[in-house]
Each structure stands twice: as C-alpha cells, then as structure tokens.
C-alpha cells in the first residue's frame, strides 16, 4: 500500500470514528435532543412522530380497544335513544344485555353497577346501555373471527 | 421479505412502548443523520430524491415493529444496535446508486485517442472503475476532513483539538478520555462543539471545496 493509499484509509477511519462518536449512545436525553436540533429536526416533532407510528403499528390494548369500540360504533351508526322508554324498561335492557354477555363467557360486573342503577339518571342508564352493548357486540364479533 | 420472528418482535415492541422507547428513536434518527452524512462526504452528495435519513429510520422502525424485520437479540442483544444496522444497510444501499452512477464505462478512449485494452490494466490493479470511485471518495473525504480541521483550528482550544486527534485512534468518549486525559464529561462537551462543526459541512459544501480546490491544483 502506497503512502497516498495508507493516508485515505486513516481520512476514512477518522470520519468513521467522528461519526461513531457524534452517536454515541450514552449522552443525555438533551445531548441528543440538541444534536437533532442542529441537523434541523425538532425532537418534539419527532417523539410525537414516534407515539403516533406505535399507535399505528403497535397499539397498546386500551388504544386497540379503542378503535374497536369506535369501528362497532361506526358499523351500528349513532342509534338513536329510543324515546319515551322508562326507567324500569332501561334497567330491564341493561340486565338483558349483561346476562348475554356472561353467556358470551364475559360474566360482566354489571352487576356492581345494579346498586347504583337507584341513583343514576336516566341520561346515565342511557350511556350505560349503549355502552355494554358495544361491548357486547365486540365479544359476539371476537368469538366469530375465533370460530372461524 | 425479510424473515419474521414473532417472539423478537414483540420484545422489540415491547421495549419501544417502554421508558427507554423514545430515546431509543431520538438515537436512531441522530444516527441516521450523522451516517447519511458521513455518506454524504464521500459521495459528495445528500440522499436521492424523496429519500432522506429520518423516513429511512422511519421505515426501519415500522417493518421491526411489524415484523417484516427481523431482531434477534441472541445474535444483537442491544435493540438500538440492531436497528442502527439496518438503518447503515439501508443508506449504504441508497448511496450506492450513487457510485454506480460514478463508473466511468471501460471502453470510453483515453485522452489521446488511444483505446484501452486488457494490456492496460496489470494484474492485481484496481480495474479503471474502481480506481476512479477510490480516487472521487478519498478526495471528497480529504476534503470533508481538512474543512472539520480548519474549523477546529480556528475555535483556538486546545481540548477541542486533542479530542480532534484522538479520533484518529478511538471513537469512544471513555477512550478519548483516557488517551487525552480530558475528563470524560468535558469530551462530551466537546462532542456537542463537534457535532456543531460537523453539521455545518454538507456534502455539497465539500464537493464544491474538491472542486474549487482541484481547479486550482
């Protein structure tokens, strides 16, 4: 190896090192912060980046359970709250609709909401309602794509 | 497609969605920078059009995430390591469009008329291809270095110029410490000066440098 070889060899060897060195992994969260700054990225921008990739591609279960729930949602439409239903007719459904849920092999703590049906309002017994049947549905649709 | 490992996928799922997750991304994007930029010096040139160093950590990201590549952390166990490899394979295979866009086409006549023939070319010689990619790159890193020097030598600090030499030798902070005898929290001060200069050179500042230089030769 010539001397002219022997010196672009130690040129590329240097610049591998600085490039290894500018990324070395044991910095502080600031470093590294300051360090995007200065190659013109924002590292909030990026971190929200980051959450939004993980909640595309690797949601954590609240946030699948979420997007079920709203998938199920968008599937029924906006059910309309049947008017003029009473109080008892309410509770009655709510019972209904949690004892299928046990049958769906979800024995639902339903029933610790049944001592509290006395002081709910009729708007809350109404949210109440629709909301166990989303869930409902979500359990009817998981056991389907599980016979399936 | 790459071969999928759903054990390792979860695992590297696991870890991003975990405490150490977002620094392990604020990492790997730097690293994509600082490599595309060390690429940069020696092909002159930044990413090709519509590619640039955060979509590429981007898509690394997600095809681990989604299995579609693979970690295996018997083999690497550091995630972020793993992940700055693909990150390295991925622009290496950007910038390489590159060099083989640089090859001068063997039969091209040399100045003079002449033709080149197998004569031309003794055994165990770069092939004419090689020697002008060698000869482009090691001018265009001479470059890149002697602008980062010039820039280090006009801040008048001693330290900063000893970290300088160091990294002919070593790449660690620790390392550097110890041949320099600079504590290693100052060589991490340093580093962010470094890293300063450093950004200010772009590969189309070195490339018009080469020019401008070569010119003068």
Known sequence: MNSRDKRSQENAAFLDNLTSFLSDEQRSLEDVKESLREQGIDPESALQEFRDILATHAPSWREKASRERQKVKE?????????????EEIVAEIKEVANSMGSLGAPIVAGAYHSRFEEASEDDLDSLLRDLKLQRDLLRRKQERGNE | MWGVMPEAKNRATEILLGPEGEKIW???????GNLARRY???AGKTLPEGASPDSVAKDVLIKVIQGERAWDPEKEPSLLI??????????????SGYEARMIERVDRPLSGEFERTADSFPVGDPNPEQSLLQSERARLEMTALDL????????KNPELEAVFLALYYADSPKEIADMT????????????EL???????????VARVMRERTSHE
């Not at chain 1, 599937?75 to 109080?87: A, I, K, V």
Request: glycine fraction near 8%; aromatic fraction near 6%.
């Open chain 2, 195 to 205: 890293d300063r200069i450093a950004a200010k050179i772009s590969p189309a500042l």
């Open chain 2, 82 to 95: 793993a992940l700055k490899g693909m990150v390295r394979s991925d622009l290496g295979h950007l910038f």
């Open chain 2, 148 to 155: 980062i020097r010039e820039a280090v030598e006009s801040r």
């Open chain 2, 26 to 32: 604020l990492l790997l994007l730097e690293y994509a």
């Open chain 1, 75 to 87: 599937s029924l439409g906006d059910e309309p709250t049947q008017p003029n239903r009473s109080r």
């Open chain 2, 40 to 42: 940069g010096w020696r």
């Open chain 2, 181 to 192: 005898g600079i504590p290693v929290e100052r060589v991490y001060t340093l580093g962010r």
